[in-house]
T-cell receptor, first 115, second 116 residues
Framework: AQKITQTQPGMFVQEKEAVTLDCTYD???????LFWYKQPSSGEMIFLIYQGSYDQQNATEGRYSLNFQKARKSANLVISASQLGDSAMYFCAMREGAVDYKLSFGAGTTVTVRA | DSGVTQTPKHLITATGQRVTLRCSPR?????VYWYQQSLDQGLQFLIQ???????AKGNILERFSAQQFPDLHSELNLSSLELGDSALYFC???????????????FGPGTRLTVT
């Protein structure tokens, strides 16, 4: 079974608008972490934001915020005030437990920001 | 710049050959992870080392092996290469100790391997 599901293969957003990228996860471990990474066309993986399973508040990092709905097992990324430089592939990932820290990744969502 | 370095950036080799990919983690990070990104498999975890010891293993083929040295740099060895091994190989590092929650993995720029 897929641990991380990203159902939107591609999205278009107008510059300066907000965009929400969906991510649902599947785990039975009470302790887990959720991550979002950005991969521009140059190929590097850039860490954006982290949400722990026990965190009470939604994580925010600048223009990035994570809408964490634990009961629904969803961890959607919201990018506010989109910029042309936000055009990239975005990956949701999960770490289960607290013994090893390997990440399971979703298939990714391509975001294209239009001027 | 994540602080994680990987060499080489590109590698082109023939089927049946052996290659070594190198990774230097961020200063102070004890954990190193290797991931493979291919078009058909997506991003997959291969193996993790923590302070020189293997910590976790994922979908790593028997033809692949890795190690982490006392100076904490790591090498991923790929042997008897096949066309399907062509992929982007990432190294990531983190500084978290086992048992804590937050673990931000910082990725290197990747090594793009092309097997012809």
């Amino acid at each position: 079974a897929q641990k991380i599901t990203q159902t939107q293969p591609g999205m278009f957003v107008q510059e300066k608008e907000a965009v929400t990228l969906d991510c649902t996860y599947d785990t039975s471990d009470p302790s887990y972490g959720l991550f979002w990474y950005k991969q521009p066309s140059s190929g590097e993986m850039i860490f954006l934001i982290y949400q722990g399973s026990y965190d009470q508040q939604n994580a925010t990092e600048g223009r990035y915020s994570l809408n964490f709905q634990k009961a629904r097992k969803s961890a959607n990324l919201v990018i506010s005030a989109s910029q042309l430089g936000d055009s990239a592939m975005y990956f949701c990932a999960m770490r289960e437990g607290a013994v090893d820290y390997k990440l399971s990744f979703g298939a990714g969502t391509t975001v294209t920001v239009r001027a | 710049d994540s602080g994680v370095t990987q060499t080489p950036k590109h590698l082109i080799t023939a089927t049946g050959q052996r290659v070594t990919l190198r990774c230097s983690p961020r200063s102070g990070d004890l954990s190193v992870y290797w991931y493979q990104q291919s078009l058909d498999q997506g991003l997959q975890f291969l193996i993790q080392y923590y302070n020189g010891e293997e910590r976790a293993k994922g979908n790593i083929l028997e033809r692949f092996s890795a190690q982490q040295f006392p100076d904490l740099h790591s090498e991923l060895n790929l042997s008897s290469l096949e066309l399907g091994d062509s992929a982007l190989y990432f190294c990531a590092s983190s500084g978290v100790s086992v048992g804590t929650e937050k673990d931000e993995q910082y990725f290197g720029p990747g090594t793009r391997l092309t097997v012809t």
